[in-house]
C-alpha cells in the first residue's frame, strides 16, 4: 500500500469547489518557486512554477501567488476534480543557477465527489 | 523519449547487502539528482551531479554513493544496506534552470 503522504496535513475539497494549498518557504534567497503533484505510487509531476520577480502565474486551472513580504507561496485549483486527489509539494530554489530543489513536506488534497 | 527510467521498481534487501539503484534519462539533462521520500518528510536530497564527472552531496548522503561516467545514467549505490534506509526513492533530472523531471520511483525494503 501507499506509505508516502502519512501524517501530511489534509485538505479536503467538495468537487467543483476551489482549493487552496499553502506553502511557507524560509530563504528570502530563493528565487524560483515551483508546484508538483504526486499520485499514489507515482514520481511528482511539475504542475507550475513562478519566479521571484513575479508574484502572479496562472496555468490551466492552476493559479500560483507569491508573497516575499512574508515567504508565503500558495497554489490555487479551480474547479476541483476528483483527478485532483494527491498529495501536492512546493519547492524552492535557493540560490540561483544549477543548484538543488529544496521540497517541502506536502499537503494531501482529498475531493469529495 | 522514455523521460527517465529507474530501476528496480521494488526490492527487498537484508541487512548489510549491498545494491545499485539503476536511474537513466534520454532527455540530454546535465543535472540529475536521488531524492529518497519517507511519510511525513517529504523528498530529500541524497546526491546529486551537475554533470558528467561531478557529483556532490545533498542533505542526508550517509551511506549512499554515486558517480556519473555518462551524461545519461546516475547510479545510486548502497554498500551495506540499513533499516534506515527502507525508503522510496525517486531520481531526477533537468536542463539549466528548466523543469524537473522525476522517474516512477524504487521502493526499497531492508529487512
Known amino acids: 500500500g501507499e506509505s508516502v503522504g502519512l501524517h501530511l496535513p489534509t485538505l479536503s475539497v467538495q468537487e467543483g469547489d476551489n482549493s487552496i494549498i499553502n506553502c511557507a518557504y524560509s530563504n528570502s534567497a530563493s528565487d524560483y518557486f515551483i508546484w508538483y503533484k504526486q499520485e499514489s505510487g507515482k514520481g511528482p509531476q511539475f504542475i507550475i512554477d513562478?519566479?521571484?520577480?513575479?508574484d502572479k502565474r496562472q496555468g490551466q486551472r492552476v493559479t500560483v501567488l507569491l508573497n516575499k513580504t512574508v515567504k508565503h507561496l500558495s497554489l490555487q485549483i479551480a474547479a476541483t476534480q476528483p483527478g485532483d486527489s494527491a498529495v501536492y509539494f512546493c519547492a524552492e530554489r535557493r540560490n540561483s543557477g544549477n543548484t538543488p530543489l529544496v521540497f517541502g513536506k506536502g499537503t494531501r488534497l482529498s475531493v469529495i465527489a | 523519449n522514455a523521460g527517465v527510467t529507474q530501476t528496480p521498481k521494488f526490492q527487498v534487501l537484508k541487512t548489510g547487502q549491498s545494491m545499485t539503484l539503476q536511474c537513466a534519462q534520454d532527455?540530454?539533462?546535465?543535472?540529475m539528482s536521488w531524492y529518497r521520500q519517507d511519510p511525513g518528510m517529504g523528498l530529500r536530497l541524497i546526491h546529486y551531479?551537475?554533470?558528467?564527472?561531478?557529483?556532490d552531496q545533498g542533505e542526508v548522503p550517509n551511506g549512499y554513493n554515486v558517480s556519473r561516467s555518462t551524461t545519461e545514467d546516475f547510479p545510486l549505490r548502497l554498500l551495506s544496506a540499513a533499516p534506515s534506509q527502507t525508503s522510496v526513492y525517486f531520481c531526477?533530472?533537468?536542463?539549466?534552470?528548466?523543469?524537473?523531471?522525476f522517474g516512477p520511483g524504487t521502493r526499497l525494503t531492508v529487512t
Open positions: 513562478i519566479r521571484s520577480n513575479m
Open positions: 532527455m540530454n539533462h546535465e543535472y
Open positions: 531526477a533530472s533537468k536542463r539549466g534552470e528548466g523543469e524537473q523531471y
Open positions: 551531479s551537475v554533470g558528467a564527472g561531478i557529483t
